[in-house]
């Protein structure tokens, strides 16, 4: 079995696979603050939660984006799985082209996120993943790594505006009954989920139109589903796209 790892600047989404088979998913609060151990404290109570043994992972594949986590779950895949993990980085094979001015700026969850789209969808193709940042990655019809747009997160947004002002509530990111709020915190959920809708509608044809082809719009991350109910704009919700990504360039990179 192989362990997939996403360290995200918000969460760690983890995910198992037996075969090509995604057998079960995880999320737990990213925090740099945490040892090796006790991470593995965790993801070892998880595992027995899902009666898989410990010593059926094998193999293992990690991308992140909070650098000092990589060494520390590089420590726990060592100590805990007795292997080597796969770390995403530059140099790696992705079956996708990075046609940016560097490379190496480009964060591995969004080239995993590129390579996985491109292997299942083919392309033209627009990423959308709803994360701690809204990101819209675009991959061209020969598989190329075109560039992107980067925007605050839906829950960044929505925290923003309660810490940023003296009267504005804490709320839960939901659909509102009607886009007219008939109290405060149905305006602010109007703004946050409808605001987001016409962000996400707006970039896609302003993508479409630059690349001069209507791009398959594919997303991923803990929103999308709620995005993609209001909007015919979103072809495609892949919840799992990173991870599966993951096994992938796992499999390009050191075989099956």
């Known amino acids: 079995m192989l362990l997939a790892i996403d360290i995200g600047n918000t969460n760690v989404t983890l995910g198992v696979f037996h075969g090509d088979k995604l057998k079960t998913t995880w999320r737990v609060a990213t925090s740099v603050h945490r040892e090796a151990d006790e991470y593995a404290t965790v993801l070892l109570a998880l595992l027995q939660y899902a009666q898989i043994p410990a010593s ?28 080597d993990p796969f770390v ?9 082209r990075i046609a940016m001015d560097n490379p190496r700026e480009v964060g591995a969850d969004r080239v995993v996120n590129a390579a996985a789209a491109r292997h299942l969808h083919g392309g033209p193709l627009i990423v959308i993943d709803f994360g701690t940042a809204t990101t819209f990655d675009v991959v061209s019809r020969e598989g190329d790594y075109l560039g992107g747009v980067i925007c605050p997160g839906i829950v960044v947004a929505a925290e ?38 016409g962000l996400v509608e707006g970039l896609v044809s302003r993508i479409r139109a630059e690349l001069g082809e209507n791009a398959r719009v594919v997303s991923t991350g803990g929103l999308s589903s709620l995005i993609a109910q209001e909007t015919k704009v979103i072809e495609v919700v892949e919840p799992d796209l990173t991870l599966i990504g993951l096994k992938l360039l796992h499999d390009l990179n050191r075989g099956r």
């Open 88 to 96: 995403v980085e530059a140099g790696a094979k992705t079956g996708v």
């Open 160 to 197: 923003a505006l309660f810490s940023r002002t003296a009267q504005l509530p804490r709320i839960e990111v939901a659909r509102p009954k009607r886009v007219i709020g008939k109290s405060t915190v149905a305006a602010m959920q109007s703004g946050i989920l409808f605001g987001y809708v």
């Open 56 to 83: 059926e992972i094998k193999q293992a594949s990690l991308c992140s984006v909070v650098p000092p986590l990589t060494a520390t779950f590089t420590s726990l895949c060592t100590r805990y799985f007795k292997c």
